[in-house]
């Protein structure tokens, strides 16, 4: 039975490819510190046979050192805005000492290593849709800084284990993804705009809305992570994952409202500094390597997790 490692399974990705792991016959060894993750993903794993788990904080060491394991995804990290800028040091150390402590690992023990990195390595992009060629526009000064430049550090880190050692890795580049098991106040704009939805308050909309994000179905994630994981031939490989197609937040606002049917305002507030106008995946490469698209439309992917956001705050559907 083959063996993998997932840093942050108490996390809303981290659970998902779990549970996914597990479907396909994998040996499941989830560390977290709960610093942003949840018990009850954990629970809900440990129902599944072949689920191991320690509460560890992988800045400080490495979890079951003493069981070698063929694959190690590296998911550990604050994610959304509000959460990295709640926890900046955090954020830097896991992705930076966590992040190499990790690769050590790989590297004693031959394991492949797979690496959570984002979107948000580009920046406020002037290149549309972005390559992953596209080298970014990042500010390392502003509080946002804290996750770009640590996700930035830690891609370097892991391909100058893949230069130096020959060591088996590979990066994904996650655009915005959503889906059941996403804390409710996450501060992610698809949680907060079904949250103020559900409880019939205005929804918040920053600026105008006419900025767009693409939005990705956590179902469609996995199955890209699991084919550049899994798949022979990628050692090296940095590909986007994510969905192409682009919305303003002013039309998810108004997709939400009409989801819930009830009769909800728009509330416009000022933008946050440095929020990205555009974002939007290339994916040439992931369909070129992976064989891979998204498959789950927005309205689609929205009703299951308007199902699980009315379990969680006991609304009737
Ligand atoms: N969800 C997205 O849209 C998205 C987009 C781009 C990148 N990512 C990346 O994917 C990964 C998972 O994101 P998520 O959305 O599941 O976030 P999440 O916050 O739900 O999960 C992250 C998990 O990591 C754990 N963690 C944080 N620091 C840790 C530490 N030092 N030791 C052990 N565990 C620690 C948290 O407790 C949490 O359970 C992150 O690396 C994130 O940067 C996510």
Known sequence: MKRVLITGVAGFLGSHLAERFLHEGWEVYGADNFLTGQRENVELLAQIPHFHFEEKD?????????????LILHFASPASVPDYLAYPIETLEVNGRGTHLLLEHARQ????????STSEVYGDPEVHP?????????????PRGVYDEAKRYGEALVLTYHREYRLDVRITRIFNTYGPRMRLDDGR????????ALQQKPLTVY???????SFCYVDDLVEGIYRLAT??????????????????ILELARTIQSLVGARLTIEHHPLPPRDPKRRRPDLTRARTLLQWEPRVTLREGLTRTLKFFQAKL????
Request: net charge negative.
């Open 58 to 70: 992988v800045r400080f060491g490495v979890p079951f050192p003493r069981t070698p394991v063929d």
């Open 109 to 116: 023990h031959g394991s492949r290593f797979l690496y959570a």
């Open 130 to 142: 972005q390559p992953e060629t596209y080298v970014g526009h990042v500010d390392p000064t502003s």
């Open 189 to 196: 704009v698809v949680s907060n705009l079904l949250v103020q």
């Open 207 to 213: 600026g105008d809305g006419t900025q767009t994000r």
């Open 231 to 248: 798949y022979e031939g990628l050692e090296g490989s940095v590909v986007n994952l994510g969905n192409e197609e682009e919305i303003p």
């Open 314 to 317: 006991g609304v009737p559907s």
